[in-house]
């Protein structure tokens, strides 16, 4: 969830043979492992099963993935964000900024990634397995935009308001994203972020 750029002098350099084939493994990887899912259920495909379809041994399916709820719960969207603030004035408040990220590059991504998205946040909030992971990984994510915070504003890493916007960032993406999948995702995903978090900014006066 990606536009091609003219490069210049600044661009960042592109990935090298290693980092290319490291890729193309990973995708697929979870380009196998979903086919699995949807025609097979994800309770009845094993990790040997996505292993022998992407044509990897077992062992290198955990080296890209170290567990099979890991295939679901990728994040692709973060580093993104970081790219997307970076953008923004330096005097903009947080969460403005992270709203405005939301019309640029990861408007673009997420309308990408349209199908497989909503096909992976469907199995996040049916799956058991997949359901307890995902608490986990909104701790990372949450830790992760307080990271972003941090860069963005000079802050100390342990401070409390930091991690009170991360958390409240959080979670109105869960929010968001159970609302979407749950409707089928019929809305525009990007449109439903910036709209949230525009309420949250104005200090959520409902």
């Known amino acids: 969830m990606s536009p091609t750029e003219t490069p210049t002098a600044s661009a960042t350099p592109a990935p090298g043979l290693r980092e290319r084939k490291k890729l193309k493994t990973r995708q697929t990887i979870r380009r196998e492992a979903y086919r699995l899912f949807a025609e097979q259920g994800y309770a009845a495909t094993t990790v040997d099963r996505i292993a022998e379809a992407a044509e990897v041994s077992p062992s290198t399916f955990f080296r890209y993935f170290p567990t099979k709820e890991d295939v679901v719960l990728v994040d692709e969207y973060t580093p993104v964000l970081a790219e997307a603030l970076k953008s923004r004035p330096a005097g903009e408040p947080v969460v403005d900024a992270v709203r405005h990220a939301f019309t640029g590059s990861m408007a673009q991504l997420l309308g990408a990634d349209r199908e497989e998205l909503l096909f992976r946040t469907r199995l996040a909030f049916t799956v058991p397995a997949v359901r307890v992971r995902a608490a986990d990984q909104q701790l990372r994510s949450q830790d992760a935009v307080a990271a972003l915070i941090v860069e963005r504003t000079g802050r100390e890493p342990g401070d409390l308001e930091v ?44």
């Open 163 to 206: 991690h009170c916007a991360a958390a409240a960032i959080t979670a109105v993406f869960s929010a968001v994203v159970r609302y979407w999948t749950e409707g089928g995702g019929a809305e525009d995903l990007a449109e439903l972020f910036a709209r949230q978090l525009a309420l949250l900014s104005s200090g959520l006066r409902i």
